[in-house]
């Protein structure tokens, strides 16, 4: 029998056979008791696993947006030539525009009431 809404995490490593290694970690007490409060204390190593995995990946996606290297190759993407934010802006303009034109008089009411 679990706990309701406890996430079981895979400590031996059976779903995901990557080889490990030990590391000594230092906590300080109130997260290793907000740890084991969330996940229960057999499941810190799994717990951990993934925030620290979730960690990197948004570290290497924070470097990579960062670079000065484009991500976009502006030959496959011409619609990007005046910068994503022109694209945007074209695009959210074209859509008032087909909102306005669908509504019509019935939008400027709208606007006259409030």
């Not at 230092?26 to 907000?34: A, K, M, N």
């Not at 290297?69 to 990007?80: D, G, I, M, R, W």
């Not at 945007?88 to 709208?110: A, C, F, T, Y």
Request: no cysteine; charged share 30%; hydrophobic share 35%.
């Amino acid at each position: 029998m679990g706990l309701p809404n406890v996430r079981i995490y895979d400590t031996l490593g059976l779903k995901n056979q990557m080889p490990r290694k030990r590391a000594h970690v230092l906590l300080p007490d109130d997260l290793l008791t907000d740890i084991d409060a969330l996940v229960g204390p057999r499941q810190r190593s799994a717990f951990l696993v993934e925030v620290l995995r979730e960690e990197v990946n948004r570290r290497r996606l924070l470097k990579m947006l960062s670079g000065p290297e484009p991500l976009l190759n502006q030959a496959e993407y011409p619609e990007f030539k005046n910068g994503s934010e022109a694209w945007v802006r074209q695009h959210r303009d074209e859509d008032l525009r087909l909102e306005r034109e669908k509504l019509g008089p019935w939008l400027g009411s709208i606007s006259n009431e409030e």
